[in-house]
Every structure is written in C-alpha cells, then in structure tokens.
C-alpha cells in the first residue's frame, strides 16, 4: 500500500475507482491477530488468538456475546469493535423487547453492514477498522457472517481474519464442504487446528487461545480454560517441527517473536509505505 | 400527534380533544379458539353506536401478514388505526426480503407494546385484541386489552364473551378438536352470546387459520329458537297493571 493524493479522505475517489481509506480499514483488520469461525447445521464455533501486549497485562478481549443466540469474534482495532458489539447488544435487546423473540441474525448483519456503510460516505467520519465475524443462530438454521469496514458482509462456511489468516484458510479450504455434517466435537477441534495454524513459533495453549460455541439448544458461550485445555490435550495439537515447548503460561517465548505481525497489534497504527 | 409540550397537562382540557375518553362505534365479542390444524376465531358482524345497533356489516377479524390473524372487539375506528400500524409493520418485515418472518408471537408482543404505551399516556386504542396464528407448525393463540394486559391460552374471549363463552370452552374444549367440532363449539358460544348480550347481531364469520393461511368464511346467521311457552304469556304469575 502506497501512499497517494487520493486516499486524505474517504469521500475521495481515485481515479481507478478505489476509496483508499476504506482499503486501509481492511487493512487494520489484517493486523490484528486472528479470529477464526465455522459452522455446522446446528452449530457455530468462534476461536482466537489472543495476545497481550506484554506478560504482565491481561488479554484483549476479541470474543462478545451478543444476545443468547448470537455472538462475535472480532480482528483489528478492538475499541471499534467493542462499540460494534454495543451497538448489537442495543439492537438484540431492543427487538427482543418489543417483539418477545429474538433478532434474526441476517438482519442484524444487515444492520451493522449499514451502519458501517455510512462510515464510508460521510466526510467527517472515518471507517471502523475493525472485521467482525458473527456466529448466530435462528429459525433458518446456523449462521457464518463476516462483517468487512467497507459496509459489505457475507455469509460462509467457514472464515479467517486478521494476522496469517491464509493459514488458516489453507487449512480450511480442503475441509469446510464436510463441516455442515460435522458434530460439535469435531467442528471445535477444527476451529483449535485452524488456530494453531496461524501460530508460527508458538505451542497451541489455553493462554493463547478463546473458544466460543452457540448452538441448537446451546446459548453463545465462551469455553472455560479448563475445558479448552482438555480439548487440546485430546487432540494432541503438538507442534510437528519439534521445536522446544516452552513453559506452559509463556504465551510469546523469547525465541523472537514474529516481528512484524507481532508488532503491528490491535491499538498500534498498522500503516505504512 | 401534535400538542404543545408546556400548555399540555396529561389531563387537561385542552388535552381532551385530543385523547380517547370514551368509544362510540364499538364491535362486541370475539371468540376464538385452538383446534387440530390452527385457530378457529369467531366475531359478529356488528357495530352499535351506543344501544343502537347501526352497522350489521362490519369485518371484526383481519389478516396479518402470512401467519396471523386479528379479531377486535371495542371501539372500530381504534381497530382501523391498529390495522394501520400492522400494516405498515408487516411492509418493513417483507421489505427486509430476507426468509425470516413476523409470527405471531412477535405480532402479539408488538400489539401489547402498542396498547401499553398509548394507556400509559392516558390515550387508549380501545379495544380488546384477539390475536391467532400458525407459524412452522406451533399454533398461537393470544389476547391483549386496551390497558396492555396480555396472555396466551388456549381458548380466549373478549368482552362479555368472557362472561358466556369461557365457561362453555372451558368445560368442552380439548386438544385436537377436528375442524367441524371447533365450529360447532364456537357456534354454541356465539349462540349464547347472540341470546343474552345486546349489542349482539345476528350475521357472523368464522375464521380459520392454518399453515396454509388465513380463510375468513362469508357472513352466515345462527338458527334460534324462541317458542319457549314462557314467552308465550310473558306475565303469568307476576301480572302488572300496564
């Protein structure tokens, strides 16, 4: 990504019909760290990376719940996504209130993809810089969307964002037509695998890692650690290249961490040249 | 509605003209009930400004959306303003064009809302609802009065259909009533109702709402029997001088 005379504002066009500042939003989603998510006919399965800035602070938090049918993981700029997911819980809440049942999910994407298209038409404003993937459930079944900071969203099979996210797409690409059969174990140890592909040095640990399910007759929960960590053990996720496992609670060991992706986190201004 | 937020007390008379404080044209009871494939709903076609009984033609139960069904008792023209606010409701639901749909259940919860919140600003829709419907298979059946009280049951009145129909749905209701006998059923109430309550008309429909969708029947008069000997010489035993 270059810098050019066209991309000041986002009510500027180029000349080849891009809106640049909306491009460098999708930027700052492929920044963050990655959040992963898939889904069967009766489930959606939400998993990410989380890092911390440093050893001594707590994790970001990248995984919401919505409403009891609903929630989401999200990768970039995390306070955008927090007062995404405000903005969900309002209108979840507000249906519900008024109508007794709960929002379908396409029309709450619907919503946010709306709300984050006027972003993309007013001078004063800037994009979100923030993807969210939302796992629902509703009437017509299990629900995939990625909400994208130029306003677009689409429903898939299964979806990867932020930082090596064509990791974990590589590992999903083979799979994902199985995945509307596939039951609620094995849809998890999916989400786990694809986790780990995006991590390079780093053993798959629960320090690393947040798991959310929803489900048929299942509300939008996160995993506890311990949970997580028995799921991990039974499926053996071992780091092939039998580097050596560092001390489990290390989340970033001191064999050099990744730098640029690494340093380039949710917070720190993703540009450039 | 227009009003001047300070001269405007809640119950002021400025206010008045512009707050329901009394009904003039109203519809009677409704009547409605659950049977094997759906709800069955029944309503006289009258509308009796005060004890007049001045239109014999009017359709107390309307269509909502693909699932739902609406029958009112109370004032019409409060009925007509609801028929508005669904109409337009069920619009924006269709204009989302996205496979989910308003059920009924929504339609009751909205409804109640509605009637709640204008009886919390003393300007009542004054009517008692009645609201049915099918949706995937479940069947629902519910009521909402003019001050925002709601419930769902499995059979329901409105007015004095609550005083002679409840007890007779009460003693020979039960779960999968074929279609013929959750007609005959409601005919027995609306029989009661046409003998004993005077704003009664004799011209009423049946609805009936499934899976497949709403059938509103032609307007049809109830057999009645009045030769009973008393009424024969009304006064024997009790003579008076006129």
């Known amino acids: 990504m270059f810098r050019n005379q066209y991309d000041t504002d986002?009510?500027?066009?180029?000349?080849?019909?891009?809106?640049?500042?909306?491009e460098y939003a999708m930027e700052a989603v492929k920044q963050g760290s990655a959040a992963i998510g898939l889904r069967s006919k009766t489930h959606v399965v939400l998993a990410c990376v989380n890092k911390a800035t440093s050893e001594l602070s707590s994790h970001q938090k990248k995984i919401f719940k919505v409403d009891d049918h609903i929630g989401v993981a999200i990768a970039g700029l995390t306070a955008d996504g927090?007062?995404?997911?405000?903005?969900?819980?309002?209108?979840?809440?507000n249906y519900n209130f008024?109508?007794?049942?709960?929002?379908?999910?396409?029309?709450?994407?619907?919503?946010?993809?709306?709300?984050?298209?006027?972003?993309?038409?007013?001078?004063?404003?800037?994009?979100?810089?923030?993807g969210v993937l939302v796992a629902g459930l509703d009437e017509s079944g299990a629900h995939l969307y990625y909400n994208c900071p130029s306003g677009n969203y689409f429903e898939y099979q299964a979806f990867a964002i932020g930082s090596r996210w064509q990791a974990a797409m590589t590992y999903l690409e083979p799979r994902f037509e199985n995945f509307m059969d596939s039951s609620r174990e094995d849809l998890i140890k999916d989400a786990l695998i694809s986790v780990r592909e995006t991590l390079q040095e780093e053993k798959l640990q629960i320090s690393v890692c947040t798991v959310a399910v929803v489900g048929v007759g299942e509300p939008f929960h996160i995993l506890d650690q311990e949970t997580v960590r028995k799921l991990i053990d039974t499926f053996e996720i071992v780091r092939e290249d039998g580097s050596p496992a560092p001390e489990p609670g290390d989340a970033a060991p001191d064999l050099g961490e990744a730098a640029p992706a690494a340093a380039a986190e949710e917070g720190a201004a993703p540009m450039d040249i | 509605?227009?009003?001047?937020?300070?001269?405007?007390?809640?119950?002021?008379?400025?206010?008045?003209?512009?707050?329901?404080?009394?009904?003039?044209?109203?519809?009677?009871?409704?009547?409605?009930?659950?049977?094997?494939?759906?709800?069955?709903?029944?309503?006289?076609m009258g509308g009796s400004y005060g004890s007049t009984l001045r239109y014999k033609t009017v359709e107390r139960m309307k269509s909502i959306g693909k699932h739902s069904l609406l029958g009112a008792s109370g004032e019409l023209s409060d009925f007509q303003e609801i028929l508005r606010y669904l109409d337009e409701l069920i619009l924006y639901d269709n204009m989302w064009d996205d496979g989910n749909s308003l059920g009924p259940k929504e339609v009751h919860s909205y409804l109640t809302r509605v009637m709640y919140n204008r009886r919390n600003k003393f300007n009542p829709l004054?009517?008692?609802?009645?609201?049915g419907g099918v949706k995937n298979g479940q069947k629902y059946l519910g009521?909402?009065?003019?001050?925002?009280?709601?419930?769902?049951?499995?059979?329901?009145?409105?007015?004095?259909?609550?005083?002679?129909?409840?007890?007779?749905?009460r003693e020979e209701w039960h779960e999968n009533l074929s279609f013929e006998d959750g007609v005959k059923l409601l005919e027995k109430c609306m029989r009661v109702l046409l003998y004993r309550d005077r704003s009664a008309v004799n011209k009423l429909q049946i609805a009936k709402i499934t899976d497949e969708g709403v059938t509103v029947s032609q307007p049809y008069s109830l057999k009645t029997f009045w030769g009973f000997s008393a009424f024969s010489n009304p006064t024997a035993g009790a003579e008076g001088s006129w």
């Open chain 1, 10 to 22: 986002v009510t500027t066009w180029s000349p080849a019909g891009r809106l640049f500042q909306v």
């Open chain 1, 82 to 93: 927090r007062v995404l997911s405000r903005y969900m819980r309002n209108e979840c809440i």
């Open chain 1, 98 to 130: 008024t109508y007794e049942s709960p929002l379908p999910v396409g029309r709450l994407v619907v919503q946010l993809a709306d709300k984050a298209q006027v972003c993309t038409q007013r001078s004063w404003k800037r994009p979100y810089g923030v």
């Open chain 2, 1 to 44: 509605m227009e009003q001047k937020p300070f001269s405007r007390g809640l119950l002021s008379s400025e206010a008045d003209s512009q707050r329901t404080l009394y009904p003039y044209v109203t519809g009677t009871s409704v009547v409605a009930l659950k049977y094997k494939d759906g709800i069955l709903m029944a309503a006289d």
């Open chain 2, 126 to 131: 004054w009517n008692s609802l009645v609201l």
């Open chain 2, 143 to 169: 009521m909402v009065s003019m001050i925002g009280v709601n419930f769902e049951d499995d059979h329901v009145a409105t007015g004095f259909g609550n005083h002679l129909a409840r007890p007779i749905l």
